[in-house]
């Protein structure tokens, strides 16, 4: 099995139910606020207009100069990147989102890990996630699109990017042989919606979409997707927040000890020497974290949401 965050159940399993602060994933703990929806989003099958019109949402607000399929989050379109060509060796820059490489190699390719973009030249699949999770790496359009030039089909996971747009490539995006994947849950806060983007050329899209099928999305996610990627002061007021929050929590990590190796605005991982016991010891505490099986050391917290949710992780921290 794939390890990820956001698993509740094994630190119940492990350490017993409770009242649990999960700080193991990256989503935006402040969601955006779901409005009032039309009785049509729960009761009717979306139509092409209404997927179509949500897909359009999309490609204005990230400034897209190319289409877009809208899939039940990012992870749907991991899903299907590995049918977009023939199985064969594809090199994905590590350590990642495990799912890149966990989807390979379910479609039959052989998956090699890499260090830095410029590795995966000559590959007939790349990817990479763009700000990295879990280190927050992060490389400029000019450094990806000279890479696209040396890979048969280009995979970048933007899926952290809204609160960092100088990094995405969709505003620069008319590769031929480039998908970009964008998440919504992660940002907005709203991860159960399960709504995501490709963004590619015409061909790739429709590919895409044959193989997503009618109804990759559901009413729900399109027409509070709309809501939401058109309120552009919720955006602005959201990626403050997220910057000073960071800066609270490196500031609590610094005062543990705790050296910081990277991330975004929406988490932050920092080396505490021996990641298992760091987590062990917040767990009995009833917080949650993310830890790593490549790394000693390595821990990641997301960002608690309100004022009871820090006072819980600074007691913890310190304890």
């Given at each position: 099995?794939?390890?990820?965050?956001?698993?509740l159940d094994r630190a119940q399993a492990r350490y017993g139910a409770g009242d649990w602060l999960d700080l193991s994933t990256g989503i935006n703990p402040v969601p955006y606020p779901v409005p009032d929806l039309p009785a049509r989003a729960w009761t009717a099958l979306p139509t092409r207009a209404e997927i179509a019109a949500l897909e359009r949402c999309a490609q204005a607000v990230w400034?897209?100069?190319?289409?877009?399929?809208?899939?039940?989050?990012?992870?749907?379109?991991?899903?299907?990147?590995?049918?977009?060509?023939?199985?064969?060796?594809?090199?994905?820059?590590?350590?990642?989102?495990?799912?890149?490489a966990g989807a390979l190699r379910a479609?039959?390719?052989?998956?090699?890990?890499?260090?830095?973009?410029?590795?995966?030249?000559?590959?007939a699949l790349g990817v990479l996630v763009n700000p990295n999770n879990p280190d927050g790496r992060s490389w400029t359009p000019?450094?990806?699109?000279?890479?696209?030039?040396?890979?048969?089909?280009?995979?970048?996971?933007e899926s952290f990017a809204d609160p960092l747009p100088e990094v995405s490539l969709l505003p620069r995006l008319e590769a031929q042989n480039v998908v970009v994947l964008r998440s919504f849950g992660k940002f907005y806060g709203l991860a159960g919606l399960r709504l995501g983007f490709a963004f590619a050329p015409e061909a790739l899209i429709a590919r895409l979409r044959a193989l997503a099928g009618p109804w990759a999305v559901s009413g729900l996610a399109i027409h509070l997707g709309q809501a939401a990627l058109t309120d552009r002061t919720w955006q602005a007021e959201t990626c403050a927040r997220l910057d000073r929050d960071a800066a609270r929590l490196d500031g609590l990590a610094a005062a543990a000890g705790w050296r910081l190796v990277g991330g975004t605005p929406l988490f932050r991982t920092y080396d505490t020497?021996?990641?298992?016991?760091?987590?062990?010891?917040?767990?009995?505490q009833r917080v949650w974290s993310r830890i790593f099986p490549y790394s000693r050391g390595w821990i990641r917290l997301g960002l608690p949401?309100?004022?009871?949710?820090?006072?819980?992780?600074?007691?913890?921290?310190?304890?």
């Open positions: 099995m794939r390890d990820h965050g956001g698993d400034a897209a100069r190319q289409g877009c399929v809208a899939v039940a989050g990012a992870q749907g379109a991991i899903q299907l990147v590995p049918r977009l060509a023939r199985p064969g060796t594809a090199r994905v820059v590590a350590p990642t989102y495990n799912e890149h479609q039959g390719w052989t998956v090699e890990e890499v260090a830095t973009p410029e590795d995966l030249r000559g590959a000019e450094v990806l699109l000279e890479v696209a030039r040396n890979v048969g089909l280009l995979i970048v996971d020497a021996d990641a298992a016991a760091t987590q062990d010891r917040l767990a009995g949401g309100d004022a009871a949710s820090w006072q819980r992780l600074e007691a913890a921290m310190a304890g």
